[in-house]
């Protein structure tokens, strides 16, 4: 009614492909016909380059001097790994397909194509937008942000279902938090066979740890002054969960 945020609630896929780089830990790396797994042995620049730190006598190394440069000759694969424990906890899956350089001892790769898969589907992301694109400000607090709210906060996250649609709650058996961002909290709703999200935005993106608390506020006093869901009212009362 007029107050429609002039901002975009959900990040956009270069924003969160970088958020997906940014926030990884590990990585698997598939290239002649091999496939490994990396854990914390890459860096990422400001221009979503990713450099690899591996051992001297690395395959890779080799595969790196001898491939054809400018020819994709190794996949590298990023999993978005919910911090909360709750269904299906992969978030997304980014692709990046290039080719890798020797630099200053380690691996320099050069992204030729950058996919990224999320529930509603799979997208290539332009690589001018990729590098351009800067992760979500909240990206490499996420975790920490959701596990605290999930083990030390269960009533503010059942007080946020307020907010929700009676519908979207029906035959729930548990409520988490799957993820946050600058733009919005997303609560995971699993049935006893299967879930959804719902999204609940900011009314202002968070810049960082000190406005999402505000946003946070702002929310839980929304869902305060909120109905109690009749759904979530049965849950209780039947004692699921």
């Given at each position: 009614?007029?107050?429609?945020?002039?901002?975009?609630?959900?990040?956009?896929?270069?924003?969160?492909?970088?958020?997906?780089?940014?926030?990884?830990?590990?990585?698997?790396?598939?290239?002649?016909?091999?496939?490994?797994?990396?854990?914390?042995?890459?860096?990422?620049?400001?221009?979503?380059?990713?450099?690899?730190?591996?051992?001297?006598?690395?395959?890779?190394?080799?595969?790196?001097?001898?491939?054809?440069?400018?020819?994709?000759?190794?996949?590298?694969?990023?999993?978005?790994?919910?911090?909360?424990?709750?269904?299906?906890?992969?978030?997304?899956?980014?692709?990046?397909?290039?080719?890798?350089?020797?630099?200053?001892?380690?691996?320099?790769?050069?992204?030729?194509?950058?996919?990224?898969?999320?529930?509603?589907?799979?997208?290539?992301?332009?690589?001018?937008?990729?590098?351009?694109?800067?992760?979500?400000?909240?990206?490499?607090?996420?975790?920490?942000?959701?596990?605290?709210?999930?083990?030390?906060?269960?009533?503010?996250?059942?007080?946020?279902?307020?907010?929700?649609?009676?519908?979207?709650?029906?035959?729930?058996?548990?409520?988490?938090?799957?993820?946050?961002?600058?733009?919005?909290?997303?609560?995971?709703?699993?049935?006893?066979?299967?879930?959804?999200?719902?999204?609940?935005?900011?009314?202002?993106?968070?810049?960082?740890?000190?406005?999402?608390?505000?946003?946070?506020?702002?929310?839980?006093?929304?869902?305060?002054?909120?109905?109690c869901p009749?759904?979530?009212?049965?849950h209780r009362?039947?004692?699921?969960?």
């Amino acid at each position: 009614m007029g107050d429609s945020p002039s901002w975009t609630a959900v990040p956009g896929a270069a924003e969160r492909a970088r958020s997906v780089l940014a926030a990884s830990w590990s990585c698997a790396v598939t290239a002649d016909g091999g496939r490994e797994e990396f854990v914390g042995a890459h860096t990422v620049d400001e221009d979503g380059r990713v450099i690899l730190h591996v051992p001297e006598d690395s395959s890779l190394l080799t595969a790196a001097i001898c491939a054809p440069r400018g020819e994709p000759s190794a996949v590298l694969e990023f999993a978005d790994v919910a911090p909360v424990p709750v269904r299906n906890r992969i978030r997304a899956r980014l692709w990046l397909a290039g080719w890798f350089t020797p630099e200053d001892g380690h691996l320099a790769f050069h992204a030729t194509r950058v996919v990224l898969k999320q529930p509603t589907g799979a997208v290539v992301v332009s690589l001018d937008e990729f590098a351009d694109a800067a992760p979500d400000p909240l990206a490499t607090a996420e975790a920490q942000l959701l596990t605290h709210l999930a083990d030390s906060h269960p009533d503010a996250v059942e007080r946020l279902t307020r907010l929700v649609q009676r519908d979207s709650l029906h035959g729930a058996v548990r409520v988490q938090p799957l993820a946050v961002d600058r733009h919005g909290l997303t609560l995971r709703i699993e049935r006893a066979r299967a879930h959804g999200d719902v999204r609940l935005p900011f009314h202002a993106p968070a810049d960082d740890v000190g406005q999402l608390t505000e946003r946070m506020h702002v929310l839980l006093t929304q869902a305060s002054a909120a109905a109690c869901p009749r759904a979530l009212q049965r849950h209780r009362t039947d004692g699921d969960g």
